[in-house]
């Protein structure tokens, strides 16, 4: 059974927006640090946004002012909107949540697929 269930992804044309969406149990939401993160062809995934322990927004530079990270507590999911989109944030997107202590675990979403379009 999957533990994180993204959707969202799509094609868009530079300039456009999307919103993608992580859905996990109340278990894992609640317990969970979470993030967005991101995978282009021949290179290392990379932090997107997730949040501080804090409960604080933390972006990578390259998407600051234009994505936006969120919880939504109602529905147990994590939202990233991505606005003034580029062709350089094509990438494969996956949803991360992690635990460390007594319980720790390290779940990954399957991945969403976005691509911009010049």
């Known amino acids: 059974q999957a533990q994180l269930v993204e959707s969202g992804g799509g094609l868009v044309q530079a300039g456009g927006s999307l919103r993608l969406s992580c859905a996990a149990s109340?278990?894992?939401?609640?317990?969970?640090?979470m993030g967005w993160y991101r995978q282009a062809p021949g290179k290392q995934r990379e932090l997107v946004a997730d949040f501080t322990s804090g409960g604080s927004p933390n972006y990578a530079d390259s998407v600051k002012g234009r994505f936006t990270i969120s919880r939504d507590n109602a529905r147990n999911t994590v939202l990233l909107e991505m606005n003034s989109l580029k062709p350089e944030d094509s990438a494969v997107y996956y949803c991360r949540a992690t635990r460390s202590g007594l319980i720790s675990y390290n779940y990954w979403g399957q991945g969403t697929q976005v691509t911009v379009s010049s």
């Open positions: 109340e278990r894992i939401f609640r317990n969970s640090a």
